[in-house]
């Protein structure tokens, strides 16, 4: 059984869809980002990052796990699953992994701060990062261009690009005329495993209505700043 303490996030969902897609058993565990439960000291012992996801592994002796990619690995390796055992294949996932986490989270995550949750709106920032995003964007578009999937098969690398992906509107970054882009994020959204990831631990917000999205804004401008 795992442990999985999370909110709903884009990096919350990564720790979750894989945890649909491998089938393994897990509870899970709400992390109020808005009251700043990340920050109490029972979930610093677990992640002292005090961000979210993290998981505890009761089937390798209560083993706490935090960084969602770290999370990610830890479950294809144990299941053998979405993360190849040969050099070169795993290498493929891996890198394409890494990209979601040193460029389009990143980007994505700063588009978010300067685009949505800033009161002050600060161009030159907010054009920074969502350009850098689109960039990425295109980098990931001349891949799927070549491949259905980042890594030759569906894998982690699927799951953490997409899960930051599926959010580019909150961002305020078009993906029009990323054909190849736009077609992968679609296979994926249909996934089942997929569908019941992102619902925890609640379903989507729905964005484009303005009350939940004003909601959505106050809490994170709190978050930002802890």
């Not at 089938?23 to 002292?48: R, V």
Request: charged residues 25%; hydrophobic residues 40%; glycine residues 8%.
């Amino acid at each position: 059984m795992i442990d999985l303490y999370t909110a709903a996030t884009p990096n919350g969902w990564k720790a979750s869809v894989t945890l649909e897609e491998l089938d393994l058993p897990y509870e899970t565990h709400a992390i109020n980002l808005g009251t700043g439960e990340q920050k109490e000291e029972a979930f610093l012992k677990i992640s002292p990052n005090g961000r979210i996801p993290a998981i505890v592994d009761r089937d390798e002796g209560d083993l706490a796990i935090f960084e969602s990619g770290a999370i990610m690995i830890h479950l294809a390796e144990k299941t053998g699953r979405l993360l190849p055992t040969d050099t070169a294949g795993r290498a493929r996932v891996i890198q394409w992994l890494m990209f979601q986490m040193g460029g389009i989270g990143p980007m994505m995550g700063q588009a978010n701060v300067f685009f949505r949750y800033f009161p002050e709106k600060i161009q030159p920032a907010i054009d920074r990062y969502q350009n850098e995003s689109r960039r990425l964007f295109e980098v990931l578009e001349r891949r799927l261009q070549e491949s259905e999937w980042l890594a030759d098969d569906y894998s982690i690398a699927d799951i953490a690009n997409w899960c930051w992906v599926r959010i580019h509107g909150w961002s305020g970054v078009s993906t029009d005329g990323l054909d190849a882009l736009e077609g992968w994020m679609e296979r994926i959204k249909e996934r089942p495993a997929v569908e019941r990831g992102i619902a925890v631990p609640t379903p989507p917000a729905q964005t484009d209505d303005e009350t939940t999205a004003a909601k959505i804004v106050e809490s994170a401008r709190s978050m930002v700043q802890r």
